[in-house]
């Protein structure tokens, strides 16, 4: 039974999902396969009904003229739309699937969820928690009140607050952003000025996808405020994402350390 307001399946799922008929050929979802780049495999479908799943795996060394319902795998794991996400991460998780075909109680098809989302899932409930606690702490240390919204952000209004970030590091965060898993940024708006609270990385990576708005959680102080972090921003000359310097990989302080254990 899931908990009164956890996150299910359903919150995260793919509605349109792509899929083949029993009556289709190797050939056919083969050249389907080849010309795609987000699928590796088609839930099979009667109808709505699910009777199975095929993969590239399933199709290697099967005749063209072969239809789909011999070589199928119709023994697979689904998920319920309501079914916690939690518990949908740990049979993907465990079972090593990319994808979960997602089926109501009649056994038709109404979603699909992947590896991927299950990902996001987990992002977007770490990240409300990092902007409760830096909530806490505007409000404790300047007696101000805050609010909070998510919305798009333009990343050329930000300013930022890191000096560095590292070469090796913005290679994973491309990787998320290409793949729709980024974090939501964190930002402070103080009086109409843009504070990059979190997300350097990310923002840094994005520019460089030519991506121009990112989704953040926004911080909105109820009046200006004197935040040490601005005064350090422009301190060390931090006037837009620009002036991030990116450092080489050898020089992160990670490495550093390892290497002086090693020697």
């Given amino acids: 039974m899931v908990e009164e307001g956890a996150l299910t399946v359903k919150d995260y799922m793919t509605r349109e999902v792509e899929t083949v008929s029993p009556d289709d050929t190797v050939g056919d979802v083969a050249a389907r396969i080849a010309g795609s780049t987000e699928h590796s495999g088609f839930p099979v479908t009667d109808g709505r009904h699910v009777e199975g799943f095929v993969s590239a795996r399933d199709l290697l060394q099967q005749p063209d003229h072969e239809p789909i319902f011999k070589v199928m795998s119709d023994d697979l794991l689904v998920a319920h739309p309501e079914m916690d996400i939690d518990d949908a991460a740990r ?19 109404v979603g699909i969820i992947s590896n991927a989302d299950v990902i996001r899932s987990q992002i ?61 940024l964190v930002v402070i708006d103080n009086d ?52 991030i310097e990116v450092v080489d990989y050898a020089h992160h302080p990670l490495v550093q350390k390892t290497k002086r254990l090693q020697d």
């Fill in 91 to 109: 049979v993907i998780l465990r079972s090593g699937i990319q994808k979960l075909p997602v089926v109501d109680d009649a056994g038709n098809l």
């Fill in 124 to 184: 977007e409930r770490a990240t409300p928690g990092k902007v409760d606690n830096l909530m806490q702490t505007l409000e404790n240390i300047h007696g101000v009140a805050v609010s909070q919204e998510r919305r798009d952000v333009a990343l050329a209004e930000l300013t930022p607050t890191q000096s560095k970030v590292y070469a090796d590091e913005l290679e994973g965060r491309r990787y998320e952003l290409d793949r729709g898993l980024a974090e939501p």
């Fill in 192 to 243: 109409g000025d843009l504070l990059l609270a979190d997300g350097h990385h990310r923002v840094k990576a994005a520019a460089r996808l030519g991506i121009e708005e990112m989704d953040a959680y926004v911080i909105v102080l109820s009046e200006p405020v004197d935040l040490g972090m601005a005064k350090t921003a422009e301190k060390e000359d931090l006037y837009s994402i620009d002036d």
